[in-house]
């Protein structure tokens, strides 16, 4: 082959090289140009979705986050806002199949093992509960160790382990005195053990920090109960009828209307 057939072919080579690297280069750009946009679409529909959710609209919130899980399924956020949204619809299983979800992507997402504690706790799974609650009973990262006690607490006492649990929960009010969720379950847990008294102090205490409307009912109620079992029904009376007051039509406020009859 002659010089000059090389010198003369040298440049197409380079041009095809050239070519063939630009055709590549604008191929990768495409493809993250792409990816940018999927995961753009995605946060915007994650961020309608939990803005819905701050509304309690949460057909509209899953529609958002169902389309956001699509575009970007690796997202432990997303799943946890749906697992959040299932929840409050009443949808156990959906809800446990999301907060499972998250913490198989993020095994540090605490926000979402209390809940799935709380979530196994509503359905009587408390074996389940009680292995994420100890998880972040244990976990010096998480910021709310009060609140892992009392979930542990509760778990561990319809497990019948009646003196861990009352530890668990004692435990939870010394990391945070004004926790009222300890001292209503503290006085659950006297209260079936037959301790009146110590459960009517945890009752009157839960009351001073004012909780949800419901708390206070179920509260009035059992208060109303154990002044019944003590006789003295003027007392029974009374927080028998708040709890009528604070829940017209909610099922404490029926229960103690139901009470109040067959004590008048």
Same mark, same amino acid.
């Given at each position: 082959?002659?010089?000059?057939?090389?010198?003369?072919?040298?440049?197409?080579?380079?041009l095809?090289?050239?070519?063939?690297?630009?055709?590549?280069?604008?191929?990768?750009?495409?493809?993250?140009?792409?990816?940018?946009?999927?995961?753009?679409?995605?946060?915007?529909?994650?961020?309608?979705?939990?803005?819905?959710?701050?509304?309690?609209?949460?057909?509209?919130?899953?529609?958002?986050?169902?389309?956001?899980?699509?575009?970007?399924?690796?997202?432990?956020?997303?799943h946890?806002?749906?697992?959040?949204?299932?929840?409050?619809?009443?949808?156990?299983?959906?809800?446990?199949?999301?907060?499972?979800?998250?913490?198989?992507?993020?095994?540090?997402?605490?926000?979402?093992?209390?809940?799935?504690?709380?979530l196994?706790?509503?359905?009587?799974?408390?074996?389940?509960?009680?292995?994420?609650?100890?998880?972040?009973?244990d976990?010096?990262?998480?910021?709310?160790?009060?609140?892992?006690?009392?979930?542990?607490? &509760?778990? @561990?006492y319809r497990?019948?382990?009646?003196?861990? $649990?009352?530890?668990?929960? *004692?435990? %939870?009010?010394? =990391?945070? !005195?004004?926790?009222?969720?300890?001292?209503?379950?503290?006085?659950?847990?006297?209260?079936?053990e037959?301790?009146?008294?110590?459960?009517?102090?945890?009752?009157?205490? &839960?009351l @001073?920090?004012?909780?949800d409307?419901a708390?206070? $009912?179920?509260?009035?109620? *059992?208060? %109303?109960?154990? =002044?019944? !079992?003590?006789?003295?029904?003027?007392?029974?009376?009374?927080?028998?009828?708040?709890?009528?007051?604070?829940?017209?039509?909610?099922?404490?406020?029926?229960?103690?209307?139901e009470?109040?009859?067959?004590?008048?």
């Amino acid at each position: 082959m002659s010089k000059q057939s090389l010198a003369g072919g040298a440049p197409v080579v380079w041009l095809c090289t050239l070519a063939l690297l630009l055709g590549i280069g604008c191929a990768s750009s495409t493809k993250r140009a792409d990816e940018e946009l999927r995961l753009k679409r995605a946060k915007s529909h994650f961020n309608l979705g939990t803005d819905y959710i701050r509304n309690n609209r949460l057909a509209l919130a899953l529609r958002e986050l169902l389309a956001a899980e699509q575009l970007d399924p690796k997202d432990p956020r997303i799943h946890q806002a749906l697992a959040d949204a299932y929840s409050m619809r009443g949808k156990p299983v959906e809800a446990e199949q999301h907060y499972l979800r998250t913490l198989q992507l993020d095994p540090t997402v605490h926000e979402a093992r209390w809940n799935l504690s709380s979530l196994y706790n509503q359905l009587e799974r408390y074996q389940e509960s009680l292995v994420h609650s100890s998880m972040l009973a244990d976990d010096a990262t998480f910021s709310g160790p009060w609140r892992a006690l009392v979930n542990k607490g &509760v778990a @561990e006492y319809r497990l019948g382990q009646v003196d861990a $649990a009352r530890s668990s929960l *004692r435990l %939870g009010l010394e =990391y945070r !005195s004004d926790y009222w969720p300890a001292l209503f379950y503290l006085g659950i847990l006297e209260m079936e053990e037959g301790r009146q008294f110590e459960a009517l102090e945890f009752f009157r205490q &839960v009351l @001073e920090y004012e909780p949800d409307l419901a708390t206070q $009912a179920e509260v009035n109620y *059992r208060i %109303g109960e154990i =002044y019944v !079992s003590l006789g003295n029904r003027k007392q029974a009376i009374g927080h028998l009828q708040a709890a009528v007051a604070q829940t017209p039509g909610g099922p404490w406020g029926v229960k103690s209307e139901e009470y109040l009859k067959l004590l008048r």
